[in-house]
């Protein structure tokens, strides 16, 4: 008996259906991701940088940057001259 592999992915991918809602979300997070590491490509950031070169909410900039700190993509960096922020820059 020959055995398809990812028949049962294949399957479900076609019994179930996403969200658009879902979809549009994952759009919206890939495309802020791109922009926060793009930033910091460029030299290292705090979140008040961030949030003003990229014209989002502060609050909205935590969210991203600690999605980002804990699937590994950023690093924090130094502490400003005023010891409030952390900087972030890419991991290495």
Do not use: C, W
Request: proline letters at 2%; hydrophobic letters at 40%.
């Amino acid at each position: 008996m020959d055995i398809e592999r990812g028949k049962t992915f294949k399957y479900l991918k076609d019994k179930v259906e996403i969200p658009e809602v879902v979809k549009e979300n994952l759009k919206t997070y890939v495309r802020i991701k791109k922009s926060i590491l793009d930033a910091l490509r460029e030299q290292d950031m705090t979140i008040v940088q961030l949030s003003q070169k990229l014209n989002m909410p502060k609050h909205e900039v935590v969210f991203y940057v600690m999605t980002l700190l804990k699937f590994g993509f950023v690093e924090t960096g130094e502490i400003d001259d005023m010891d409030e922020y952390f900087s972030y820059k890419l991991k290495k």
